[in-house]
C-alpha cells in the first residue's frame, strides 16, 4: 500500500468508517487519522477533499465524547470553507450543522441553534423539502432542541417533521 498512497488512503477511511458503524470509534478514529494525514500530504491541508476528511475526524471525536476538540477542528474547517467556498455549497451549510450540534452538546445552546437554524434554512433554500440535506438539517436541529431540553415530549417536531428523542436514537 505504500506504493499507492491513494489506495492506502481510501482503504484506511473504508475500514474507518466501518469501525465507526460498528460502533468502535476508537479504531475508526485511528485509521481516519492515517487517511487524513496521507490526504493532507498529497493534496494539501486546505484541498476539499482534506477539508472532509477532517470533518469525518471531527465526527469522530464528537463520537468518543471530544467535544471541545471536535469543535475546534470544524471551527478551522469552517473558516477555510469560507475562503475557498460559494455561498450554497452543500459542504459550508454540512460544517455549520455539526458545529451547531457539537456547541448544544456543549451547553452552547444559543450559538448552537443559531447554526443549526442558519444550516436549515440554508438547506431549504437549495434543496427540495424531501431532500436528505433538509432531512438531516431539521433532524440535527431537533437533536439540538432535544439536547437543550426545549421539547420534554416523546418526541421533538421542527416544522413539521417528528423525529425522535436522541435517547431514542443511539
Not at 491541508?45 to 465524547?65: F, I, P, V
Not at 433538509?134 to 417533521?161: F, I, N, P, S, T
Request: proline share 2%; with cysteine; net charge neutral.
Amino acid at each position: 500500500l505504500v506504493e499507492s498512497p491513494e489506495i492506502e488512503a481510501s482503504i484506511r477511511f473504508i475500514i474507518g468508517k466501518t469501525y465507526r458503524a460498528l460502533g468502535r470509534y476508537q479504531d475508526a478514529h485511528d485509521q481516519m487519522v492515517l487517511a487524513a494525514a496521507i490526504q493532507q500530504r498529497l493534496r494539501g491541508e486546505n484541498h476539499l477533499d482534506s477539508l472532509r476528511m477532517r470533518m469525518q475526524l471531527a465526527n469522530l471525536l464528537s463520537d468518543l465524547g471530544q467535544y471541545a476538540k471536535a469543535e475546534r477542528m470544524v471551527r478551522q474547517v469552517l473558516e477555510v470553507q469560507r475562503e475557498l467556498l460559494p455561498e450554497g455549497h452543500e459542504d459550508f451549510g454540512d460544517t455549520k450543522m455539526v458545529l451547531g450540534l457539537l456547541l448544544c452538546y456543549q451547553s452552547k445552546f444559543e450559538e448552537g441553534e443559531k447554526l443549526l437554524r442558519e444550516a436549515l434554512k440554508r438547506a431549504k433554500r437549495y434543496r427540495p423539502e424531501d431532500h436528505d440535506n433538509v432531512l438531516w438539517a431539521k433532524y440535527h436541529l431537533a437533536m439540538g432542541l432535544a439536547h437543550r431540553g426545549k421539547d420534554k415530549k416523546a418526541g421533538v417536531e421542527v416544522e413539521g417533521a417528528q423525529l425522535a428523542q436522541p435517547e431514542q436514537l443511539h
